[in-house]
Every structure is written in structure tokens, then in C-alpha cells.
């Protein structure tokens, strides 16, 4: 048994990189809701209609960039009947968001039968799949990562830097900020928050129906039955950990593709399914004791008061 070779190796970085590229998507969408004063649970929902509409517009039109542009749309449909019923008729965004999730496991599931006629999973082998730009490159040790990139990874990589800009330094990004910092506050100062969280969930919609399409159609090419597989909870329970602080969000999604990759990787050896498949999730379960025993110290800890 070759452990370092399963734990640390090219293979499992490459692993590292496809499972983390729709997590960023889907967390990026995720913080700036929760940074506009809107916690959306309906990520589940929006990443799985993604994929769906991802591999359905890639099928009929036989272009992976209209499958693409497809579940672009599929998600902004998604939020914005979230921000329909949550801030337009002000309904509670959690059980909203819920609701959606429930309805849109069935619809989808519904819909693979009604337009394609199958059950369970949906591939053909013409589909058209996302272009890997660098699967040429042979860097030691990081080529096939690198390779592993399609252009919505691309994009991944560039959103990070960008939305971290948008927040921090642009007046809109400081707005949206202050809207969910305290919205009494910036509504007294002119601001609209409702329309900065309808935005703020629109952009959502957006970066969850691209990174449903990298599910569905970067490293694979198909669609099979709640392919989203529990990914949108997961970056939901990320983004409490992380209270909306960009660094500690994308750290403990590494955290989590590495623990998946690596629980791939140990099926490889014997390793009970069930134990490997679980292995992301235990690792969920650390982080979020870790960061509770830490909240935990903090407020404990005295204030310091500088007299100074």
C-alpha cells in the first residue's frame, strides 16, 4: 500500500482541483448573499438545476457554451424566485430556500424522464463537454491540475481575486456590505438594501448555474439524479463557519475537496465505499468543532482595553 502516494500526489491534487471548481463557484454566489444580509439555503437547488439545464442545452444544441449560457440562465430563474418571494413578498428566505430545494430535486428528477426519456442517469457520447485548454501541459507534479481546468475554472480562479475587489474596494461592493452590516443604517443614508440583496441573490443564481455546469459537463459529460449530491448543504454549512470571511470560506473547501479526493483515492485499497464516501463529510464535522471550540475561547477570553 503506497499511503503517500494516495495522500499526496498529482493524481489527487488533479482530484483536488475538478471537485473544488463548483464549490468556489457556488461559495463565491453564496458569500456575497450573506455579505448583502441574505443567507441562501437554495444553493442545493440552483446547483443542481444547473447541471440539468447545463447537459439538456448541450444535448439539443450540441454546444457545450449554449449548455453553458443555459444553466447561467437556469440559476438566475432560481434566485430570482427566491428574491420574489423573499423580498418582494417577504417571506422567510430559509423556509423559501428549503421549499425550492424540495421542489427542484423532484423537477429535475421529473423532467429526465419527460424530455429524455430515462431514468437515473442521462449520457450520450457525443455530448458536448466543456474544452480542457491546458490538457497538453506537463509541469512535474502539478500538469495534470493544471489540465484539470476547464474556462469555467479559468473563471473560478479570476472570480476569487475579483469578488474579494468588488466587496473590499468599490463602492457598490462597500454598499452591499453595509446593507448587511446594518440595513436600517444604509437605508437612512439612501440606500435601497432590498435591491442590493435582490442583486446580491440574482449573482447567485448566476455563479450556481455555472458551477452546475462544470459538474455536469467539465470533468463529465451527463447528468444523473441529485447529482448535486448534498455539495450546496455542504457550502451552505462552509459559510457559517466561515461568517463571511473569504479566506476561511475557500480554505475549508480545500479541505473538503482534499478529503474527497483522498476518499476516492482510498477505495483504491480495499477501503469500505461507505467509509470513503464519508470521509468529506467527517472532515466537515473537525472543521466545525475546530471553529466552535475557537468561537468558544474567544468569548471567553476578557476584552482587552487599551489605556494607552
Do not use: K
Not at 491534487?13 to 461559495?27: E, M, Q, S, Y
Not at 429524455?116 to 449520457?123: A, E, I, L, P, W
Not at 461568517?243 to 476518499?263: E, P, S
Not at 483515492?265 to 468529506?280: E, F
Amino acid at each position: 500500500m503506497n499511503l503517500p502516494g494516495i495522500l499526496v500526489s498529482s493524481a489527487v491534487l488533479a482530484a483536488v482541483v475538478r471537485g473544488l471548481v463548483p464549490l468556489v463557484l457556488l461559495g463565491l454566489g453564496g458569500l456575497i448573499c450573506q455579505r448583502a444580509g441574505v443567507f441562501n439555503v437554495a444553493l442545493e437547488g440552483v446547483l443542481l438545476t444547473g447541471c440539468f439545464a447545463a447537459v439538456a442545452g448541450s444535448a439539443w444544441s450540441g454546444n457545450a457554451l449554449i449548455g453553458v449560457f443555459a444553466a447561467a440562465v437556469a440559476g438566475v430563474l432560481v434566485t430570482f424566485a427566491l428574491a420574489l418571494g423573499s423580498i418582494g413578498r417577504r417571506g422567510d428566505p430559509l423556509v423559501l430556500g428549503t421549499a425550492l430545494n424540495i421542489v427542484l430535486s423532484g423537477l429535475t428528477t421529473f423532467l429526465l424522464q419527460a424530455i429524455f426519456h430515462v431514468r437515473g442517469t442521462y449520457q450520450r457520447p457525443d455530448l458536448a463537454r466543456l474544452p480542457h485548454w491546458f490538457a497538453g501541459v506537463s509541469v512535474s507534479w502539478i500538469g495534470p491540475a493544471i489540465a484539470a481546468l476547464s474556462p469555467l475554472g479559468c473563471l473560478a480562479v479570476l472570480a476569487v481575486p475579483a469578488v474579494h475587489g468588488f466587496l473590499r474596494h468599490t463602492v457598490p461592493g462597500m454598499r452591499l456590505r453595509g446593507v448587511g452590516a446594518d440595513a436600517a443604517a444604509a437605508e437612512s443614508l439612501g440606500i435601497r438594501p432590498d435591491r442590493y440583496r435582490f442583486a446580491a441573490l440574482l449573482v447567485a443564481g448566476l455563479f450556481g448555474g455555472l458551477a452546475g455546469a462544470e459538474l455536469s459537463l467539465g470533468a463529465v459529460a451527463l447528468f444523473t439524479e441529485n447529482m448535486s449530491a448534498g455539495r450546496g448543504w455542504v457550502v451552505v454549512l462552509v459559510l457559517l463557519i466561515a461568517g463571511g470571511r473569504l479566506r476561511v470560506l475557500l480554505l475549508t473547501l480545500v479541505v473538503y475537496a482534499y478529503a474527497q479526493a483522498v476518499g476516492f483515492r482510498l477505495q483504491t485499497i480495499g477501503l469500505p465505499m461507505q467509509l470513503s464516501d464519508a470521509a468529506p463529510y467527517l472532515a466537515m464535522i473537525v472543521v466545525l468543532i475546530r471553529a466552535g471550540a475557537r468561537t468558544r475561547r474567544q468569548r471567553s477570553t476578557p476584552a482587552v482595553i487599551d489605556r494607552a
